[in-house]
């Protein structure tokens, strides 16, 4: 396991972009898996206590993920993703909204870029989140999107990490 991973999390509200660029100790891959795969996105992309269910998912472009935060309490906080460009894992971009049960989108949204390359054994995700208003951003970092994301970082390092040694 390397311990020195980079892990850069920036918001330029000005820009109303957060970019964000992590390492992992991990194939290409199986990291890619774990941001396509709901399987696998539902183990680690909701920060503890919070869980992830993903009603449905359908990783194509112009296809969908629906699914719900789901706090300890069973409240769902539920966000809609459109996929809209595809690159076999190297990149892949979505438009995010959150919604309601019956997946209605409440815009304005934000538009996700991910990008993943691996060198020597380790994989950099560089993400840009462009929100389409400068409320909504504020909105979605006074929900707690830094400190969730950061947590669900970690969820991420560890499944990597049991999966890395079960390979």
């Not at 999390?9 to 992992?24: D, L, P, S």
């Not at 680690?44 to 719900?68: L, Q």
């Not at 993400?127 to 929900?143: D, F, G, Q």
Request: no cysteine.
């Amino acid at each position: 396991m390397t311990n020195n991973l980079l892990f850069d999390f920036t918001v330029y509200k000005e820009a109303k972009t957060v970019y964000i660029t992590r390492e992992f100790d991990a194939d290409q891959s199986l990291v890619w898996d774990a941001f396509t795969k709901a399987e696998l996105l539902d183990q680690w992309v909701a920060p503890k206590p919070y869980v992830s269910k993903t009603k449905f998912m359908d990783f194509k472009v112009g296809g969908r993920r629906f699914y719900a935060m789901v706090s300890p309490e069973g409240q769902e906080h539920w966000s809609i993703q459109k996929y809209t460009s595809i690159t076999p894992k190297t990149n892949f971009k979505m438009f995010n909204a959150f919604a309601d049960k019956d997946e209605n989108p409440q815009l304005p949204g934000s538009d996700w870029d991910y990008t993943f390359s691996e060198q020597n054994g380790t994989t950099k995700v560089t993400i840009t989140v462009y929100n389409e208003s400068l409320a909504r951003m504020e909105k979605m970092i006074e929900m707690g999107f830094t400190e969730g994301f950061k947590m669900s970082m970690v969820n991420l390092e560890n499944l990597l990490a049991a999966a890395s040694k079960r390979s």
